[in-house]
């Protein structure tokens, strides 16, 4: 446990301050920076390496980075599977090896032709319950290794296709450009999924199947589950006091989470690990459990229902 020290100017003394409180943190990433660095840089500001992530963003991308401080990191686990919410940019004409702009050229094709009509049937096709095959940068780890590391050292990456979900895809607007001379198209989109989309798989498989060739140029994540761009805060905003932005466990759980009202006798239980019995609703499920509270407003546990009962996955009140 680490503790910032500073100074007090009236007593000519130097003051500890404790680690900040257990909570969320929603970042607005910056440009250029890992999701690692964010990492490095809040735990600093809070004063504890007790810091973790919900769901990594390329350097190129920016927006909401989920961050869990103290007990609040078991959190994360249910976090990362939340939907997410996008807007980016694609551009038509040019396929690249990394399938962003960070990437060298593949192909060229002039797009300037390209109809509206047949970019809204391209994006209607990978709207729904779709196969989506990874990028081969991505993170996924492929016998123990990185996909990206093992393509950085020259080797072949074939990534199998997963089943994700688009809820929404929606074009907003579509401009031409110009990209190395050559007619390219631009298309900002907004995109709904499930966890574990790649948006650089989107914008290739888009160009793709219009026989273009696509790639994203640029990204920013607007919400992950309950927590969007209105609470989150940048970098620069949290150096003077961090501890003011992070969201208490109570309040993050129900930003995100179904919300089940406990008894005090239940809230017991659960605080001993106990099962409760099952409610019409909500209904837990292990990939999406509930947040129980107790009657004072304490986040309890996160309950799932299995065999006919409410079991907890976690608790969070000390018994």
């Known amino acids: 446990m680490t503790h910032d020290v500073t100074s007090d100017a009236r007593e ?3 003051v500890r301050r404790p680690p900040a409180p257990d909570g969320l943190l929603v970042v607005d990433k910056p440009t250029d920076w890992t999701s690692h660095d964010v990492v490095a840089r809040v735990r600093r500001l809070a004063r504890t390496r007790k810091v973790g992530h919900a769901g990594t963003l390329d350097p190129m991308a920016t927006g909401v980075l989920v961050l869990g401080i103290g007990r609040a990191t078991r959190l994360l686990t249910y976090v990362v599977g939340a939907d997410k919410e996008y807007r980016g940019t694609i551009r038509l004409g040019v396929a690249t090896t990394t399938d962003d702009a960070e990437g060298e050229a593949l192909t060229r094709a002039d797009a300037a032709g390209v109809s509206r009509e047949a970019i809204d049937a391209g994006v209607a096709a990978l709207t729904g319950e ?4 990874p990028s081969s940068v991505s993170a996924i780890k492929v016998d123990g290794k990185r996909s990206y590391a093992r393509v950085r050292a020259g080797e072949t990456v074939d990534l199998p296709a997963r089943p994700v979900s688009i ?5 907003d607007d579509v401009r031409a450009a110009v990209d190395e001379g050559q007619g ?3 298309v900002d989109v907004t995109v709904v999924c499930s966890s574990g989309t790649y948006i650089r798989a989107l914008a ?4 793709a199947g219009l026989g273009l060739g ?16 209105d609470i989150a805060a940048t970098l620069e905003a949290l150096e003077p006091d961090a501890d003011e932005a992070i969201l208490p466990m109570a309040v993050a759980a129900r930003a995100t989470f179904p919300a089940r009202e406990l008894s005090d006798e239940e809230a017991v239980l659960l605080s001993y690990g106990k099962r409760l019995d099952v409610v019409a609703e909500p209904v837990g499920t292990m990939e999406r459990p509930v947040a129980a509270f107790a009657p004072d407003g304490t986040l309890v546990a996160l309950l799932a229902d299995v065999d006919g009962r409410s079991r907890p996955v976690l608790v969070f009140a000390p018994a």
């Open 12 to 14: 000519g003394k130097s």
């Open 204 to 207: 290739r498989d888009l160009g």
């Open 214 to 229: 696509g790639h994203l140029t640029g990204l920013r994540r607007t919400r992950v589950g309950g927590y969007g761009l």
């Open 167 to 171: 809820s929404t895809f929606t074009v």
């Open 184 to 186: 390219v198209v631009d």
């Open 130 to 133: 779709i196969a989506q095959v």
